[in-house]
């Protein structure tokens, strides 16, 4: 006999989107607790989003199923379009399968295995991406505190608020997307260092994706794309010749991290964005990207990729096969001007914007850097230069810029925006609110000079500066103190002169009283 989990009555469940948001937030997260303690988050995210992934799908399933039966009395009818939806989920893959097999004793293989025939299903859109995780793996404890683990965290998604079916939930709000976007950015926050691994701070995909405006029917690339976040966030931004919101596009990532090249896997699906071609892989020595023998060519090209990578490939790029560094060769612990000339690269000719996050060294370092920089310049590339508020960032504390390259500029100017001080300071990490990135935006957009925030500066003054992109050269940033009132001050010295000299009349006369003077 099938258990059926429990359905949360419509009535408590909040009507308000970003309230019940909220509650399927917190409740997924009080769901890591069963982790919590065994091993560290930056491990235990990945069996977390796994089993919520596979709990997405069986709702999905589970209401399609029910559906087409109320609708098709021909059980074979029914199987017949069932295979023809967008995944296919054998009957031991369900939640329901599950839930009703959590307390048996080899519950970590049988999660295996549904993960197995999952992808065995489903391979042109979730091939390997189980294939770094095993529920049954000792790293969850020994059997006996694997399988306690494995029951409380089944348990967890049977709570009524995790009833991720479309008719409970409705379509409008994309609850799925969001909270599994909420699950990876504390999971960042929690590793520490870990972290900025495989996530970029929401705001600042946000502040790209506006900087970067993609427009309908564009190719965008994330070669280093992480979990994905700031892929789906430009691509979200997609607009229409009207400015309105649009599907229009193409995805294309890659990351070198096998566990979060799936995590990235999943986060497309559960975004609707599953046609996206993701790719494993080293991006500088092994680019997955390729068109014939060429790299693929994109609309809009944006990353945050690690900063100041050492040992990135320095030795064989001299002899790369697609001539990424005709511009010069990156020094060999110094990885981020090899992202840099690989983004500029396949970013398409005549159109191809290319936003990139850099540490700031990247702005001012002499040797081989500069000599890049100013081809780079040279060549009319180089649109605008953002420096950021330090503390964004997950695993580092520094402050970072952001530059934009455009192959279709219509001006040999460049713009420098300092707006490293505006930001909302919070204990653990600092945030860009919405009027921050507002102003960027408005800035970028204007493409003209603000006193003590922006300057339009022309190739000329770069080249005068040794092409040296120190934001604090071009935009004069220094307050003049307020002028001192000296009759003010002389006044204030003399009156606290006088009231000295009262208060050690007073001490003399309390110490003689005390037969102390």
């Known amino acids: 006999m ?98 009703q097999h959590r307390r048996a004793d080899n519950i970590g293989e049988l999660i295996d295995k549904a993960l197995t025939h999952i992808e065995d299903e489903n391979q042109a859109k979730l091939e390997n991406v189980f294939r770094g995780i095993s529920f049954n793996s000792e790293k969850l404890g020994q059997t006996k505190d694997r399988n306690r683990r494995l029951e409380n965290l089944i348990g967890d998604f049977s709570d009524p608020i995790l009833d991720f079916r479309p008719s409970v939930l409705g379509t409008k709000w994309d609850f799925i997307g969001n909270a599994y976007m909420y699950l990876i950015e504390r999971f960042a926050s929690d590793a520490g260092k870990k972290g900025g691994e495989f996530f970029t701070p929401h705001e600042v995909s946000v502040l790209l994706a506006k900087l970067l405006a993609p427009r309908a029917g564009a190719r965008i690339c994330d070669p280093t794309c992480g979990s994905g976040s700031l892929l789906i966030t430009v691509a979200e931004e997609v607009k229409d010749a009207k400015g309105l919101p649009s599907p229009d596009f193409s995805l294309y990532g890659q990351d070198s991290n096998g566990d979060t090249w799936a995590l990235c896997k999943l986060n497309m699906f559960l975004h609707g964005m599953d046609s996206a071609r993701v790719e494993w892989g080293d991006t500088i020595n092994n680019p997955r990207l390729i068109e014939g023998d060429h790299l693929m060519t994109f609309d809009v090209v944006v990353a945050n990729p690690p900063f100041s990578l050492d040992k990135w490939g320095e030795a064989a790029a001299a002899a790369d096969t697609y001539k990424r560094f005709t511009r010069g060769v990156p020094p060999k612990s110094k990885g981020d001007f090899a992202f840099i000339l690989h983004m500029v690269d396949t970013a398409a000719e005549g159109t191809g ?92 957009q204007a493409f003209r000079s603000e006193e003590k925030y922006a300057t339009r500066a022309t190739l000329a003054q770069i080249r005068e500066n040794d092409f040296n992109l120190n934001i604090t050269r071009y935009v004069d940033t220094f307050q003049e103190e307020p002028p001192v009132d000296l009759k003010a001050v002389q006044q204030r010295i003399d009156e606290l002169e006088k009231e000295l000299v009262k208060v050690k009349g007073e001490m003399a006369g309390y110490l003689k009283e005390l037969g102390l003077n």
């Open 353 to 444: 914007k290319v936003g990139v996050i850099v540490p700031h060294g990247v702005l001012f370092r002499g040797g081989r850097e500069q000599l890049i920089r100013r081809k780079l310049i040279e060549e009319n590339l180089l649109d605008a230069v953002i420096g950021l508020p330090g503390n964004l960032f997950y695993g580092t504390t520094i402050p970072a810029a952001i530059l934009l390259f455009n192959k279709a500029k219509t001006t040999t100017d460049v713009l420098f925006i300092e707006a490293s001080r505006e930001y909302q300071q919070e204990k653990r990490q600092n945030h860009l609110r919405e009027q921050d990135i507002a102003r960027i935006v408005r800035t970028f």
């Open 2 to 99: 099938e258990t059926k989990t429990k359905t949360a009555p419509a009535s408590e469940r909040p009507s308000d989107p970003k309230e019940l948001q909220r509650l399927i937030n917190e409740t997924l997260w009080k769901a890591c607790d069963s982790f919590r303690g065994a091993f560290d988050p930056s491990e235990y995210k990945n069996y977390v989003l796994t089993f919520m992934f596979l709990k997405y799908l069986s709702d999905v399933w589970r209401d399609t199923k029910e559906k087409l039966e109320q609708q098709y009395p021909d059980p074979e009818l029914v199987a017949r379009k069932l295979k023809r939806e967008r995944f296919v989920l054998p009957p031991e893959c369900t939640y329901e399968y599950l839930f």
